[in-house]
């Protein structure tokens, strides 16, 4: 519903619609470890951090019909749809959107440590609260109407329903296009939580290798070990599962061999993509040409953000060594 409220907006406006689709990370390892109280509470303070950057936020325009909205739509998923004037162009409007997203990360992230209380089973560390962010949107009312015709989203109506224009055949139509944006955007959200919870293992594993160099750091080691074993366990589906696991020993042994967890990221990007791209080829059989632009859209948002984070890094390492610069633009 507010999927199509949004969309219903960008066409009347000629304006801009999108969709943040948002995936709270470690949900079932808090809820499992710390109870269902903790969970709770965790879902109550995302929703209130994101509804107050959203009504506070002056990267976007004000919509006067209240088309700007926060929903939690299951479990540990939320989605937030934004408008934004007519005069700004696609490319402007997904830089404010980054930066929508840049600033709901840092108060949801900044919102306070989810401590280990008493009743937490072993292994439970006291969690930052992040999040996992997918976006995808419609230019304005033509870009969906265009989707609509190159990707057959709408031309194919429930038996018994006549493409007549009628209200219902409205609804149905933008109901269809907003779960087109719900597709994309969690599928970016699933690549870039697939990413980062690799990268924290990564981060993990060398943490523990370190650890094993120390003298009389055995009640340490078992400490992170447990750690690392709580959240492989919890994570199997996001690192798609034994792929993943065989994967990172693999990693382990370059760690071992004196690689940092950064100098993994292309890998991990590469290792996701391809794991991604299996599941994308089960899924054409019937769908080819939309799954297909499913695929590369979501390839492309992840790509963006990765450049942009990737900048970030390197104009910290201006002043550093010049082989640090090198190699900061050889991943970019």
Request: hydrophobic share 35%; no cysteine.
């Amino acid at each position: 519903e507010l999927l199509s409220r949004a969309i219903i907006y960008a066409q009347r406006h000629e304006v801009l619609g999108a969709l943040l689709y948002f995936d709270l990370d470690d949900f079932k390892r808090i809820n499992d470890t710390l109870g269902h109280d903790a969970g709770d509470r965790l879902l109550r303070t995302t929703a209130e951090r994101m509804s107050n950057v959203l009504r506070k936020s002056d990267t976007i325009a004000r919509s006067t019909d209240g088309d700007d909205v926060v929903s939690r739509l299951g479990g540990d998923e939320f989605g937030m749809t934004v408008v934004g004037e007519s005069t700004l162009s696609a490319k402007a409007f997904k830089r404010r959107l980054r930066d929508l997203q840049a600033e709901l990360l840092r108060k949801v992230e900044t919102a306070g440590r989810i401590p280990a209380k008493r009743g937490a089973k072993q292994g439970y560390y006291a969690t930052d609260i992040s999040l996992g962010v997918g976006i995808h949107f419609y230019e304005d009312g033509a870009a969906a109407l265009n989707e609509d015709k190159k990707y057959e989203l709408t031309t194919k109506p429930p038996e018994g329903m006549a493409v007549d224009e009628s209200p219902a055949h409205e609804s149905w139509r933008r109901n269809k296009r907003a779960e087109h944006l719900v597709k994309v955007a969690d599928k970016v959200m699933e690549f870039q939580k697939a990413s980062n919870r690799l990268k924290l293992m990564l981060e993990k594993i060398d943490q523990i290798e370190t650890i094993k160099q120390k003298p009389h750091a055995d009640e340490e080691l078992r400490r992170e070990e447990e750690h690392l074993k709580q959240l492989l366990r919890f994570s199997d589906k996001a690192i798609f599962g034994s792929k993943g696991r065989a994967q990172l020993d693999v990693w382990r042994e370059r760690l071992i061999a004196g690689e940092s967890p950064e100098d993994l990221d292309g890998d991990i990007h590469s290792f996701v993509w391809e794991r991604m791209d299996e599941t994308f080829q089960q899924e054409q059989s019937e769908r080819k040409d939309l799954e297909r632009h499913v695929e590369y859209a979501v390839r492309i948002e992840y790509l963006n953000g990765r450049i942009d984070e990737l900048q970030a890094k390197l104009e910290e390492a201006l002043g550093s060594t010049d082989a640090l610069k090198e190699r900061r633009e050889r991943e970019q």
